[in-house]
Nanobody
Framework: QVQLVESGGGLVQPGGSLRLSCAASGSIFIISTMGWYRQAPGKQRELVAS???????DYADSVKGRFTISRDNSKNTVYLQMNSLKPEDTAVYYC?????????????WGQGTQVTVSS
């Protein structure tokens, strides 16, 4: 069973930066598309950024130019560098791992890490 462990969340002032990390267990990281999602109170979970096995990235319009997703396959870890943070970035951020193995889809989620942007 895959486990995803997020870290790096916390309280930061507007304009500040945080780097989230998500460490994945198991041996399927290298064939997985990794993503970061977030869910603010009273809102639906939304995709923030994703990165494929080939390194192609995709971002929500609201974070383009401010957030950067990256992965280190040697460490089974995906990162989300968040700069110029805004109060509207406040949410629980979740790591996601998905892909296909032996003809079957897999889709795993972390427990989430709280990011609060406030003065």
């Amino acid at each position: 069973q895959v486990q995803l462990v997020e870290s790096g969340g916390g309280l930061v002032q507007p304009g500040g930066s945080l780097r989230l990390s998500c460490a994945a267990s198991g041996s399927i990281f290298i064939i997985s598309t990794m993503g970061w999602y977030r869910q603010a109170p009273g809102k639906q979970r939304e995709l923030v950024a994703s990165i494929t096995t080939g390194g192609r990235t995709d971002y929500a319009d609201s974070v383009k130019g401010r957030f950067t997703i990256s992965r280190d396959n040697s460490k089974n870890t995906v990162y989300l560098q968040m700069n110029s943070l805004k109060p509207e970035d406040t949410a629980v951020y979740y790591c996601n791992q998905r892909g296909r193995l032996l003809g079957k889809q897999f889709d795993y989620w972390g427990q989430g890490t709280q990011v609060t942007v406030s003065s």
